[in-house]
């Protein structure tokens, strides 16, 4: 039995948390993108094109903040679902999965940067 009338202001929080931590997640994979290296086509090897072969570590710095800021809106997100989310209609799904990738970019960019 749901006895709220209305959403109150620390569900609607939450809902724009989860949206934000989908938004992130977004950036994060953009990032691990662009700094992984480029991989050889027929194209390129027609044409004899210079490629790069490492890790861009200026992106792999860039992924370490993003995922890192990631984390902590997840883990904040996590705490306040679990103190004002006690419904089920209330999204945490998100804040999870969320979380764990952003764990698992954290841990594959610390290994490239050795």
């Known amino acids: 039995m749901d006895r ?23 950036i994060i994979f953009f990032i691990f993108h662009r700094a992984q290296p480029e991989f050889e086509t027929v194209f390129d090897r027609f044409y004899r094109l210079q490629l790069r072969t490492e890790w861009d570590i200026q992106y792999l710095h860039y992924l370490i903040y993003s995922v890192s800021f ?38 594959v960019s610390m290994i490239m940067l050795k």
């Open 4 to 26: 709220r009338k209305q959403s109150d202001f620390w569900a609607k929080i939450l809902f724009y948390l989860n949206i934000f931590a989908w938004g992130l997640l977004l």
């Open 70 to 107: 990631s984390i902590v809106v997840s883990i904040f997100g996590l705490l306040l679902s679990n103190y004002r989310g006690r419904r089920e209609t209330d999204q945490k799904k998100a804040l999870i999965i969320t979380g764990v990738v952003s764990l698992i970019m954290l841990i």
